[in-house]
């Protein structure tokens, strides 16, 4: 593959080595793209994003944001970065955390994460509005591979979350985070639901008022005399 001469598909997986990926996304033309690497091909996304995929993309992050002050879960979210395993994989989710032990981890001022010096993310979220089959397939694969521990999809257009624990190499289907214990995915699936038919402060406000509640409840279950 010569240096980019011609304009490549887009949204599609293509078969390449690893040089000819790295010539490709440096090539000004896919300056603003997302790229993606894994099993010798790579993806290159330029869809616009548009309101419905930003919109999305805001809730989640603020809702996450909310549930980690709530909790005292220290963490740190990245907003489209690069990771790269140099001659095998790379990826550019929509947003990715670092949680607990690890929030710190990133030191200011790294651009591309090397994850041949630095652990892969704690959880990975690719907003699907457009490329949902993909989400759930070829990318998928990659998080697997990268021993990404958590990866969700935020489905667009049923306004719903795919949430997946993913270990040895596998994942699996979950309905509450095991990476952001108490966090039940359907309370997030209600909150998209919710975006569409109220703002996203009145959204925030339900949110933490279910946060909290849920807080209360944990408390008081703890505070409980042992019935034996």
Known sequence: MSKTQIQL????WIRATWEEY?????DLSYEKAKSYYHNEKFRIEMSPLGNEHGRDHAV?????AFFAATKNI?????DNCTYRKTRFREAQPDVSYYIGENADVIPW??????????PPPTLVIE????????DKGEKRLLYEALNIAEYWIVDVQ?????????????????NQSQVLPGLAISLLDEALQRTRQINQTQVYAWLLNQFEKAEARGKKTEGDPDPS
Do not use: M
């Open 9 to 12: 598909p887009t949204e599609t």
């Open 22 to 26: 790295i010539q490709t996304i440096e």
């Open 60 to 64: 989640i992050i603020g809702a996450i």
């Open 74 to 78: 220290a963490l740190n979210a990245i």
């Open 109 to 118: 001022g790294t651009s591309i994460i090397d994850l041949d010096i630095y």
């Open 127 to 134: 907003v699907a509005n457009t490329s949902l089959a993909d």
């Open 158 to 174: 049923n306004a719903e979350i795919i949430a997946f624990a993913v270990a040895d190499g596998g994942s699996r289907k979950i």
